[in-house]
Protein backbone atom coordinates (compact mmCIF):
# COMPACT_ATOMS: atom_id res chain seq x y z
CA UNK A 1 0.00 0.00 0.00
CA UNK A 2 1.43 3.09 -1.26
CA UNK A 3 1.46 5.66 1.50
CA UNK A 4 2.96 9.95 1.26
CA UNK A 5 3.19 11.80 4.63
CA UNK A 6 3.74 15.26 4.71
CA UNK A 7 5.48 17.33 7.37
CA UNK A 8 6.98 20.42 8.09
CA UNK A 9 4.51 22.96 7.66
CA UNK A 10 2.76 25.69 10.75
CA UNK A 11 2.72 29.44 11.47
CA UNK A 12 5.11 31.79 10.32
CA UNK A 13 5.23 35.43 10.03
CA UNK A 14 5.35 37.07 6.85
CA UNK A 15 8.66 36.99 4.97
CA UNK A 16 9.77 33.74 7.35
CA UNK A 17 10.87 30.15 6.19
CA UNK A 18 9.00 26.42 6.16
CA UNK A 19 10.66 23.47 4.49
CA UNK A 20 8.18 20.69 3.85
CA UNK A 21 9.16 17.03 3.37
CA UNK A 22 7.29 14.03 1.96
CA UNK A 23 7.91 10.73 2.49
CA UNK A 24 6.25 7.96 0.04
CA UNK A 25 6.60 4.19 0.86
CA UNK A 26 5.10 1.63 -0.83
CA UNK A 27 6.25 2.52 -4.71
CA UNK A 28 9.61 2.71 -6.38
CA UNK A 29 10.19 6.27 -5.44
CA UNK A 30 12.93 6.80 -7.64
CA UNK A 31 10.59 6.21 -10.68
CA UNK A 32 8.25 8.75 -9.91
CA UNK A 33 8.13 12.14 -10.50
CA UNK A 34 6.98 13.96 -7.17
CA UNK A 35 5.19 17.35 -7.10
CA UNK A 36 3.64 19.90 -4.17
CA UNK A 37 -0.07 20.97 -3.97
CA UNK A 38 -1.43 23.27 -2.52
CA UNK A 39 -5.29 24.40 -1.53
CA UNK A 40 -6.41 27.58 -0.14
CA UNK A 41 -9.96 27.67 1.07
CA UNK A 42 -12.37 28.26 -1.65
CA UNK A 43 -9.65 27.86 -4.26
CA UNK A 44 -9.12 25.40 -6.55
CA UNK A 45 -5.64 23.12 -5.73
CA UNK A 46 -3.04 24.43 -7.83
CA UNK A 47 0.58 22.58 -8.49
CA UNK A 48 3.10 24.50 -6.90
CA UNK A 49 6.42 22.77 -7.42
CA UNK A 50 7.44 19.27 -9.42
CA UNK A 51 10.66 17.63 -9.79
CA UNK A 52 11.54 14.34 -12.42
CA UNK A 53 12.14 11.13 -11.27
CA UNK A 54 15.80 12.19 -11.60
CA UNK A 55 15.63 15.35 -10.18
CA UNK A 56 17.10 16.97 -13.52
CA UNK A 57 13.91 18.90 -14.17
CA UNK A 58 11.85 20.95 -12.15
CA UNK A 59 8.54 23.25 -12.52
CA UNK A 60 7.42 26.16 -10.63
CA UNK A 61 4.43 28.21 -10.60
CA UNK A 62 5.10 31.62 -11.78
CA UNK A 63 3.74 32.70 -8.36
CA UNK A 64 6.84 30.93 -5.88
CA UNK A 65 9.94 31.11 -8.79
CA UNK A 66 12.72 32.30 -6.76
CA UNK A 67 11.11 31.82 -3.23
CA UNK A 68 10.50 28.31 -3.15
CA UNK A 69 12.67 25.47 -4.10
CA UNK A 70 11.93 21.64 -4.79
CA UNK A 71 14.61 18.97 -4.17
CA UNK A 72 14.61 15.09 -3.26
CA UNK A 73 16.48 12.26 -1.88
CA UNK A 74 16.01 9.32 -3.83
CA UNK A 75 17.80 7.37 -1.09
CA UNK A 76 15.57 8.74 1.25
CA UNK A 77 12.26 8.49 -0.79
CA UNK A 78 11.86 11.70 0.22
CA UNK A 79 11.30 15.26 -1.51
CA UNK A 80 11.52 18.83 0.04
CA UNK A 81 10.41 21.52 -0.87
CA UNK A 82 12.16 24.99 0.91
CA UNK A 83 9.98 27.99 1.46
CA UNK A 84 11.22 31.16 1.64
CA UNK A 85 10.18 34.77 1.35
CA UNK A 86 6.46 33.88 2.70
CA UNK A 87 3.83 35.45 1.65
CA UNK A 88 0.04 35.54 3.25
CA UNK A 89 -0.81 34.53 -0.56
CA UNK A 90 0.77 31.15 0.38
CA UNK A 91 -1.31 30.51 3.53
CA UNK A 92 -3.31 26.95 2.24
CA UNK A 93 -2.73 22.85 3.00
CA UNK A 94 0.03 21.36 0.67
CA UNK A 95 -0.38 18.04 -0.30
CA UNK A 96 2.90 15.75 -2.26
CA UNK A 97 1.78 13.52 -4.64
CA UNK A 98 3.49 11.00 -6.92
CA UNK A 99 2.75 10.47 -11.02
CA UNK A 100 4.65 8.81 -13.26
CA UNK A 101 4.31 10.94 -15.98
CA UNK A 102 6.20 14.13 -16.26
CA UNK A 103 4.90 17.49 -17.91
CA UNK A 104 5.72 20.57 -17.74
CA UNK A 105 3.49 22.25 -16.57
CA UNK A 106 2.21 19.22 -14.68
CA UNK A 107 -1.49 17.97 -14.68
CA UNK A 108 -2.78 17.01 -11.79
CA UNK A 109 -4.74 14.25 -12.73
CA UNK A 110 -1.71 12.53 -13.78
CA UNK A 111 -0.42 12.67 -9.59
CA UNK A 112 -1.91 9.72 -7.76
CA UNK A 113 -1.00 8.23 -4.02
CA UNK A 114 -1.80 11.82 -2.76
CA UNK A 115 -0.57 12.73 1.10
CA UNK A 116 -3.32 14.11 4.20
CA UNK A 117 -1.82 17.30 3.79
CA UNK A 118 -0.08 19.82 6.02
CA UNK A 119 -1.01 23.24 6.79
CA UNK A 120 0.97 25.83 6.13
CA UNK A 121 -0.18 29.80 7.65
CA UNK A 122 1.37 32.48 6.57
CA UNK A 123 0.25 35.64 9.13
CA UNK A 124 0.86 39.61 7.96
Known amino acids: QVQAVESGGGLVQAGGSLRLSCTVS????????MGWFRQAPGKEREAVAC????????YYADSVKGRFTISRDNAKNTAYMQMNALKPEDTAMYYC?????????????????WGQGTQVTVAS
Open 26 to 33: GLTFEHYT
Open 51 to 58: IKWSGGLT
Open 97 to 113: AASLIWRSPPYTPDFHH
